[in-house]
């Protein structure tokens, strides 16, 4: 079984930075992207960014200029870097990987608290 091991969370003052890890442990299949969603509380889960294979990358509006979304193939992992945060950053972030084949992959989640 796939798992996704995240990393980097934790309590930064606002206009600080963060970054966060997810590593699959094993391949499934194939991965076609990764990325990072959040979740704060209340509300539902929204994509931040993501990254093909091919190294495309896409971005929430709220966080362009401020994240960057990269990735490690041998090492089947994900990174996201977070600079400038706000406290409408915090929330619960969650690793994702699609594959070729399947059903995604979701990491545990990390918290991310941003204090203003």
């Known amino acids: 079984q796939v798992q996704l091991v995240e990393s980097g969370g934790g309590l930064v003052q606002a206009g600080g930075s963060l970054r966060l890890a997810c590593e699959a442990s094993?391949?499934?299949?194939?991965?076609?992207?990764m990325g990072w969603y959040r979740q704060a509380p209340g509300k539902q889960r929204e994509l931040v960014a993501r990254i093909t294979s091919g190294g495309t990358t896409t971005y929430a509006d709220f966080v362009k200029g401020r994240f960057t979304i990269s990735r490690d193939n041998a090492k089947n992992t994900v990174y996201l870097q977070m600079n400038s945060l706000k406290p409408e950053d915090t929330a619960v972030y969650y690793c994702?990987?699609?594959?070729?084949?399947?059903?995604?992959?979701w990491g545990q989640g990390t918290q991310v608290t941003v204090s203003s």
């Open positions: 094993r391949r499934a299949f194939s991965i076609n992207a």
């Open positions: 994702n990987v699609a594959w070729t084949r399947g059903r995604d992959s």
